[in-house]
Structures are given as structure tokens and as C-alpha cells.
């Protein structure tokens, strides 16, 4: 849930008081979850109380979908993205209206919410909805016969939606056969191959994402030959990043000429292709003017340059140290703190003194970032300083919330003492880090300041005592 797009928003560290009897609605929850000025960690509390009485607040969920006028526009969002969680069928319809209006975010919010329920239903109730759907708009005269052919790939044959609808089913199914190809029904696999000549992009785009799925050896063929084809730099992408995980050796050609593409984005993803495919000299410059991987790390485009140090810390060879040197001086701050954590991922002790200068960085995430790498690569007394910088009541908060969050991902018992002090302070986004890090440090000497925490918060701040319990689940 952390990851969900709609809800990266700019999180305001005070918070509102909880609404009293919270949890004798789900409306009320749903306040809480769409309050923008709230811990992310108490929105995603309150998302968590609407999924468990899912059956109870469809209704609600689905009246804000549609918005009366008083709803926000945070509040649809995240009411989509719930009714996706919980996969509710008679949620379709609003849905399906809302990722074909004008409001975009909550359009994207709506679609992945389809993408989540069409995953997320059992085949015979997804046919269902399916069949119902073209069968309302004249597409399948008197139903379909789901023994005539793949139940799924009839509905989605004959059904009149537009090939935007049909992306969004084909994007769930993705999800519901990743990492199980075989299940895949072979009428199914021909809707994918008309998929990729479909000129609605969205549904070729899907039918890329499902090729790797299909465990059939022309899937790679008709990969390739789609690479000749295709000109939309965003599917090229996907199809790009299929080859990588497909790695055809023979279909070599068709990825070299996308190397050379216009558009870095897609030629950075080429060279990934060829280097997991085994092609040399796509991670590392082999002579000057040839593209390479460790070459984009310069690039003016900041998210060129994300994707080369994403790339390089993959490959995981000593030779990247040199293009990751420049990676930790990158302008922007999320750049630097994925260098440095990959280089203690790499386990590159000759990074040690290039890393150690961005303890000082004015970003509290690269400070952070910078002490877990240099604690996996055994620098001694980090773990001190970091605790230092946590018990500094005079620091800014963001600083002292990284610095909770680093203590825990070390892995130093030491720091037991700092954290406690934490989690029993009055800033409530330090307590939830603290808390965290005390259930990531394992150590059972925290239990009794936990459950403390969570009684005395139960009322208050369901939010945060639910956290204290999380964290002494960890310590069992």
C-alpha cells in the first residue's frame, strides 16, 4: 500500500485529533484515510479498517466513487483504490465510469482498482460480470456458452467495450497468472497476439505486460517482431523489459536497434535487454561515442539517470563503483540515497569513503541511507553517531525520524535505549518509527514499553497502538 501512487502526497507532520467513534463507521474511516494532513501510517490504519468490513461499507465506498459535490477529490481516489482492495463485483459500474471521466487522478486511481478486482475474482465471477457486461451492450445475443471456448477469451472476443476496457481486463489478468504461465488457456494467448496489433495503445500496451506470462515458445518471436513495429516509446519500454526477463538470445537483432533509439528512456532499457540477453559491452562504455548503461548515469534526464543507477546496482560488478561514484553527487537527493544503498547492497567496501561524506547531506532520506550502507559494510560507529543525531531534540524532526528508521534497518541492539526514548516522546511520527524499528530490532527487552504503548494509545490513537502490536508480533 505504501507504494500506491494516490497516496504519495506531502505528509504534513501534525496531526488532527481522531474522530471519536471512528470505528463505528466506515464513512468516518474513510475520512481519516482521505485526510491529506495526516501520518500516512494512520491513513493506512484507517484504509485497513474499511477493507476488513468491506461487505458493509460498498455502499459508502461507492457513493464517494461517484462523488455528490461534497466529497473531495482525495477522498474518490482513495475510495477507488479500497473498492479495488477489496474486490468488490458490484463496484464495477463506478468504477468503470470514473476511469472514463475527466477527472484523471481519480481515472488512474479507478483503473488500477479494476486492474486489482478483475485480478482478484474468482474465474466464474469474473466471466460473469464480463458476459453481463457485453451481453447489456448487444455483444453476446442470449449469453455466452462457457464450454464453447476459454470462458475469458470468449467474453473478451466478442465484447463491443473499447480496447481501453479490455486493457484494464487484460492488465488483471497479469496479475492473476504471474508466476503461472502454464494455466494460461491457449484461446486466451490468441487474444494476447491480437492484442499487440490492436491500435488502441492501451491494450498493447497490456498485451505486452501479459507476453512473458505466456509459456509458449513463439512468445519471444512475436516479441521481436513487434519491436519492428511499434513506435510509442512507452510500450517500447514494456516490450523492452519483457525481452530483458525473456533474454532470447537469438532475437539479439531486433533489441540492438532500439538501442540506438532517439529517446534515452528506450534506449537505456535496450541495453538492459542485451545485457541480461549476454551481450557485451552494454552495461560499460567499450569505446568512446557507443552507448552503454554505466553512460546514461550522466544523463540531463533525472529519471534516465534513476533507471542507470537501478541498472548498475542489478548487475552488482565491482566496475560500477566508478559510475556510482558520480551517482552520489547527483543533484537530486532521491538519486544519491539509491546510490548509497546500493552500494551497501553490493557489498562494495571500496565505497566506504565515497559514502561517508553523505552522513553530512542535507537530506535527512540520504543521511539515512548513507549510515545502513555503511553499517553493512562494517564501519564501526555509525550506529553511535546515528544515535546521537536521534536524541538531538534540537535537530529538525525529518532528521530524527531517518535517523529511527536507519537504527532499525542496522540492526544494532545498542540503539534499544534511543528508541524507547522515542517511541515514549510527543511527536507522534517519531513514535511510529521508533516502534517500528523496535519490532525490526527484535529485541524482547522492548515488550513491556510496546504494550504500554498499545494500551494507553487504544483509544486515542488506534493507529499507533496498532503499530506497538505489530511490533511485539515481531518480537515473538
Known sequence: MKQTAIMAFVIVAAFLPFPAGAAETAGEWLAVAADAKADIRRREFAARQI?????????????????????????????????????????????LEAAFGEDYFLAEAAKAALERLYARLPDNDLYALLTRGARDRGAIPGGAAPGAED???LSLKLSRRRGAFKALVMRGLVRKYAGNAEALPLPLTWQVW????????????????????????????RLAGFLYTESNPKILIAALRAMALMRPPEYGEAVERQALHGDPAVAIEALAALDAMGYPGAMFPSGAGVRSIAGFVSHPSTPVRRRAIELLIAGGKPAALEYLEAALFDRVPANRALA???????????AVGLVSPLLRDGRPEVRREAAVSLSKLGVLGVASGVLDELRDGGRPLPFRVAAAEALGRMGDRRAVGGLVEAAQSGEVELRFA???????????????????????????????SDAARAALRALE
Open 51 to 95: 477493507i476488513m468490513l468491506a461487505d458493509s461499507s460498498a455502499s459508502i465506498l461507492i457513493a464517494a466513487v461517484r462523488g455528490d459535490g461534497s466529497d473531495s477529490a482525495l477522498r474518490r481516489q482513495v475510495a477507488a483504490r479500497l473498492l479495488g482492495e477489496a474486490a468488490l463485483p458490484e463496484a464495477e459500474a463506478a468504477l
Open 434 to 464: 521508533a516502534i517500528e524499528s523496535l519490532g525490526r530490532l527484535g529485541d524482547k527487552g522492548a515488550a513491556g514499553v510496546l504494550s504500554a504503548i498499545a494500551r494507553e494509545v487504544a483509544e486515542s490513537d488506534p493507529a499507533l
Open 194 to 221: 491480437e492484442g499487440l496489433l490492436d491500435a488502441d495503445p492501451d491494450l498493447r500496451l497490456a498485451s505486452v505486460d501479459m507476453v512473458p506470462h505466456v509459456a509458449r515458445p513463439e512468445a519471444t518471436e
Open 340 to 350: 548509497a544503498r546500493g552500494l551497501g547492497e553490493m557489498g562494495l567496501t571500496a
Open 151 to 153: 470462458w475469458l477469451a
